[in-house]
């Protein structure tokens, strides 16, 4: 399969801003995704950026994309305790039949 | 809508033991997949369907089988369980030509 990799934790503080990274590794993306996870519930999208597109803002979600280097971020402005969440970054190719997903990022927010 | 659910949320199986995983969606959704989420590794397709009648294969379908004769229903095979199918199971749908995909709430599958 593709091969599509996020770092484990990320730790910050109420009111921070956080970056959670991924890097993939086909160039032939359609779109890229966001799923945010909480604690035994399914996935739920948060957003998504399309291939051609460099950037992405969504009230407090800033999605930045470098096709050269194959990296996308997803930055939460003014994190919460609610954003504590595991965050999986997905493309899809092609079609949309086809979803690989990263391993997720488990955000910790600190009071 | 209830969306998507699956039943049933935990399961203990003994190896050698079979079971199936429903998967059913109100929605209408013509697309309907499965994906299997272990430690460490994401989630990673098992199969999928585009529609009533026609399923195909993702990333790890061994050990699995699945059929859809319905457009709301994606029941999940495990004809012989092997503790290297323990992990937690989702569900997904979403429209036709659409990147949305909408998740159920999982089951998590423990062969002993």
């Known amino acids: 399969g593709e091969d599509v990799e996020q770092s484990l934790f ?27 996870q909480e604690p035994g519930a399914g996935l739920q999208l948060l957003t998504y950026i399309f291939s051609n597109m460099d950037m992405k803002q969504d ?12 990296h996308l971020s997803l930055r939460i402005a003014d994190t919460q305790t609610g954003d504590s969440a595991i965050y999986f970054c997905a493309e899809s190719i092609q079609s949309f039949n086809k979803f690989y997903f990263g391993s997720g990022t488990k955000l910790n927010v600190k009071p | ?13 003994k190896t050698g033991q079979s079971m199936t995983l429903q998967c059913a969606q109100d929605m209408n959704h013509e697309y309907m997949s499965w ?18 009648g026609i399923t195909d294969q993702g990333e790890v379908p061994n050990g699995y089988n699945v059929s859809r004769s319905t457009t709301e229903d994606f029941p999940l ?10 992990s937690v199971y989702f569900c997904a749908s979403r429209r036709d030509n659409s990147y949305e995909q909408y998740f159920g709430p999982g089951t998590r599958l423990t062969v002993t």
């Open chain 2, 77 to 86: 095979r495990l004809l012989s369980a092997a503790p290297s199918q323990t």
């Open chain 2, 1 to 13: 809508n209830a969306g998507v659910t699956q039943t049933p949320k935990f399961q203990v199986l």
């Open chain 1, 10 to 36: 990320l730790s910050v503080r109420e009111g921070d801003s956080s970056v959670i990274n991924c890097t993939y590794t086909d160039s032939s993306s359609t779109y890229l995704y966001w799923y945010k």
């Open chain 1, 59 to 70: 009230q407090r979600l800033t999605v930045l994309l470098n096709k050269k280097d194959k």
């Open chain 2, 35 to 52: 994906y299997r989420q272990d430690p460490g590794m994401g989630l990673r397709l098992i199969h999928y369907s585009v529609g009533a």
